[in-house]
């Protein structure tokens, strides 16, 4: 790889660093509303709502096209997102 070419990579890694820990914030605010929305819950079978995720993937294919992004990427995305959230509600699920 050219001199030029590294330089180019390095920056645009640094950039991917610095988003990343925008991810980071992020996924520390959506962990406080899970807390939140898991301390609503009454019964463990209330963690699991497939309608919803349902609903939640249709959306974010159709914003992913609209935006042009490959709408495989962020359903897997937000598909394992989801799996990690409901084993963190199951794992911190405490009965009434």
Known sequence: MSPKKLK???KLRKNLDKLDNSFIKLVKKRTQL???VLKLKEYKNQIVDKKRIKV???E?????????????ITNKIWS??????????KRNFKRK
Do not use: C, F, G, W
Not at 60 to 72: L, Q
């Open 8 to 10: 180019k990579l390095l």
């Open 34 to 36: 899970v807390k939140k």
């Open 56 to 58: 939640i993937l249709n």
């Open 60 to 72: 974010i294919k159709k914003k992913s096209i609209r935006n042009n992004i490959d709408p495989r």
């Open 80 to 89: 394992n997102m989801i799996k990690a959230y409901i084993e963190y509600e």
